[in-house]
C-alpha cells in the first residue's frame, strides 16, 4: 500500500513539508509506503476547459506536474494534499494542479482515501481546508479525518515543529489512514464488492 503526499507550496522545505514528513514518518511506522511529491515553483497552467483530456485520462497541457501527478495516482492507495495559506486561500498551483488532474484522470482518485492539510502563520486555515476537500467529496473519496481540523502553525519549520497539538493531528492522520487502508484491503481479501455509482440523472438549473 502506498500514500502520495502532494506538497503545493512552492517552497520545497518549508512548514507545508514539515506537515508532511510527519505524516510520512507516522506511515512508515505503520508499514505504509509514503512518498512526497512537491509540485515544484515553476509555472502550472489552469485549466482552460477545452475538452481536449476527454476519453484521454490526462490533460492535453504536459508540460507542468498535472500529468505527472495522475500518474503517480494511479499507482498510489490513498493521498495527503498540502497547501500552505498565503491569503486564506490554498496556493493557485495547488487548485490549478488538482483541477486539471481531477477532471482528466478522475479514475486515479475515485474510491481512495484523502486528506487534506493546511499550514499558515494565522488566519484562513479554515477556509483553505474546506476548499481542498472539496475535489474528494465529488470523486467518491473516503476523507480522512483526524482529532483537531489538519492544520499546523508557523510561519517557518521550525515553528511547526513547536506546534505540538498540530503535529500530533497529522499523527493522526496518518494512523487514520493506515487503519482505512487496512481495512479497504481486507474487504478486497473477502470479496467486498465496489460500489455501483449512478450517473444518469442531470439537473439543469435553466429550465
Known amino acids: 500500500m502506498k500514500v502520495l503526499l502532494v506538497n503545493g507550496s512552492p517552497r520545497q522545505n518549508g512548514c507545508t513539508h514539515t506537515a508532511l514528513c510527519e505524516i510520512q514518518k507516522t506511515l512508515d511506522a505503520e508499514n505504509i509506503k509514503a512518498e512526497i511529491f512537491w509540485l515544484g515553483n515553476k509555472q502550472i497552467r489552469d485549466c482552460i476547459a ?3 483530456c476527454v476519453g484521454k485520462g490526462k490533460c492535453v497541457f504536459g508540460d507542468d506536474a498535472a500529468n505527472e501527478l495522475i500518474e503517480k495516482a494511479a499507482q498510489s ?3 495527503v494534499f498540502g497547501s500552505p ?3 486564506a486561500h490554498p496556493t493557485g498551483r495547488l487548485l490549478s494542479v488538482l483541477d486539471r488532474a481531477f477532471y482528466a484522470g478522475k479514475y486515479a482518485f475515485m474510491y481512495k482515501p484523502a486528506a487534506a492539510i493546511v499550514s499558515a ?3 484562513g486555515t479554515a477556509s483553505s481546508f474546506d476548499v481542498i476537500n472539496k475535489y474528494f467529496t465529488i470523486s467518491q473519496m473516503p476523507v480522512i479525518s483526524s482529532t483537531y481540523w ?3 502553525y ?3 519549520p521550525e515553528d511547526v515543529l513547536q506546534d505540538a497539538e498540530g503535529l500530533q493531528t497529522m499523527r493522526n492522520i ?3 489512514m493506515a487503519y482505512l487502508l487496512k481495512c479497504i484491503d481486507a474487504g478486497r481479501i473477502c470479496g467486498v464488492p465496489m460500489p455501483q455509482t449512478e450517473l444518469s440523472e442531470k439537473t439543469n438549473f435553466i429550465k
Do not use: E, I, L, T
Open 77 to 79: 492507495d490513498g493521498f
Open 150 to 152: 489538519n492544520m499546523v
Open 154 to 156: 508557523g510561519s517557518k
Open 174 to 176: 496518518a494512523h487514520n
Open 50 to 52: 477545452c475538452g481536449g
Open 85 to 87: 495559506v498565503y491569503y
Open 121 to 123: 502563520r494565522r488566519g
